[in-house]
């Protein structure tokens, strides 16, 4: 079942890969950004966070731990409510890349 899932017309094994290097290549992008924007989580968080954005899940209640400056401590916060326009963007590119990449596989 799984050969044949990855056989799909001939490319099933080229989508999954595409899209796992997708998943992979945000996680680092986010893990990276994370650390500038003072957004302190475990390595796996992102990528489960990259995961979530590239199978349109849905986020559903998934917080983040934010550095708070003027409290000195760490908030939790919803992923949703973080401010940052580069977080922003690299959410809305990543979700531009789902339809990219299902877009081409369509069409051939």
Known sequence: MLIQLLNLKGRGGHYVLLNLLSIFGFFI???ILSMYENIYNPWYYWLYFSAITQTTVGYSGIKTKYDDKEKHSYTDISILSIKSS???????????????????FLST
């Open 86 to 104: 580069l977080f922003k963007a690299c959410i809305m590119f990543q979700l531009l890349s789902i339809i990219l990449i299902n877009g081409y």
């Open 29 to 31: 992008i986010y893990h």
